[in-house]
């Protein structure tokens, strides 16, 4: 089917696509496949649920069924396809590549990913701090210590704190509790627990939203207390906000994957 070749031409293997701002650094404009299909919905395939163009099972890059056992999820991904315009594209279909990065990428390595998202226990943002001036370690203990707090009850990980950014190793019990509750998530969360640890750069976010702890809003809030106290300060710019608006959708999207999973 050369429409799908070429429209998965714009994707990498593991599902992602090219940042867009980095294109647009560079002065590239990439050519969108035209819309190839009428309509997208869910079929049965396999014993699992599909998105169907037109009729024809849609597939990953890596030429894997595109397809779970969620209604709900398949939905989601079926109105992505659906949302498309005249052209197709990658960038606003970030359920989509969450899930070819899951069935392609997770599903073969899926020990690696645990051990990668666990990984950033031993560095998470929240465990970082500044010790002047007084009201950003105000701003950071305010929406740092609850979700620490939390992490501790249930999750069974304690993380020691330390002031500025020398690396400070962390409790092999609290490193161990972390990579058990990230290993309880199939592929499709395990990849979108993965899209949040490393927008956020705390594991310790990303578990508390797939659990339904925090809002996907307040987790955002809560990863960019530095950058939002510095902006109050100096300013942003166009491409900084551009960029920050292109890492929320990737967030959001993770975020509603992981509360379909629930």
Same mark, same amino acid.
């Given at each position: 089917m050369n429409h799908e070749r070429d429209?998965?031409s714009h994707?990498?293997r593991d599902g992602s696509?090219?940042?867009?701002m980095h $294109?647009a650094q560079?002065?590239?404009?990439p050519?969108?496949?035209?819309r190839?299909?009428k309509q997208?919905?869910? !079929?049965?395939?396999?014993?699992?649920?599909?998105?169907a163009?037109?009729?024809?099972?849609a597939?990953?890059?890596?030429?894997?069924l595109?397809a779970? *056992?969620? $209604?709900?999820?398949?939905?989601?991904?079926?109105e992505?396809?659906n949302?498309?315009?005249?052209?197709i594209?990658p960038f606003a279909?970030p359920?989509t590549?969450i899930a070819n990065?899951a069935i392609d990428?997770?599903?073969? &390595?899926r020990?690696?990913?645990?051990?990668?998202?666990?990984?950033?226990?031993?560095?998470?943002?929240?465990c970082?701090?500044?010790?002047?001036?007084?009201e950003? @370690?105000r701003?950071?203990?305010?929406?740092?210590?609850?979700?620490?707090?939390?992490?501790v009850?249930?999750?069974?990980?304690e993380?020691?704190?330390?002031e500025?950014?020398?690396?400070k190793a962390?409790p092999p019990?609290?490193l161990a509790a /972390?990579?058990?509750?990230?290993s309880?998530?199939?592929?499709?969360g395990?990849? $979108?627990?993965? !899209? /949040?640890t490393?927008l &956020?750069? $705390? @594991?310790?976010l990303?578990l508390?939203?797939?659990r339904?702890?925090l809002?996907?809003e307040?987790a955002?809030?809560?990863?960019?207390?530095d =950058?939002?106290?510095q902006?109050e300060?100096?300013?942003s710019d166009?491409e900084?906000?551009?960029?920050r608006?292109?890492?929320?959708r =990737?967030?959001?999207?993770a *975020?509603?994957?992981l509360?379909m999973?629930?």
């Open positions: 429209f998965y994707w990498f696509v090219p940042d867009p $294109s560079k002065g590239m404009k050519e969108l496949p035209k190839f299909y997208a919905h869910v !079929v049965e395939k396999d014993g699992l649920l599909a998105v163009l037109d009729g024809r099972v597939r990953t890059p890596a030429k894997a595109l779970f *056992s969620s $209604s709900d999820i398949m939905q989601a991904l079926a992505e396809w949302a498309q315009a005249d052209h594209d279909m359920m590549r990065s990428g997770v599903r073969q &390595t020990q690696a990913v645990i051990d990668e998202i666990a990984k950033y226990g031993g560095s998470d943002l929240l970082y701090r500044a010790d002047t001036p007084a950003l @370690v701003r950071q203990n305010e929406a740092w210590n609850p979700v620490l707090e939390w992490s009850r249930n999750v069974g990980a993380l020691t704190l330390t500025g950014i020398i690396h962390q019990e609290a /972390i990579a058990r509750a990230v309880t998530f199939d592929e499709l395990l990849a $979108s627990l993965h !899209v /949040i490393t &956020t750069g $705390s @594991v310790v990303a508390a939203v797939a339904g702890h809002e996907p307040a955002w809030a809560a990863a960019h207390v =950058e939002d106290y902006i300060l100096w300013g166009e900084a906000q551009q960029r608006a292109w890492r929320w =990737e967030m959001e999207a *975020s509603r994957l509360a999973l629930r």
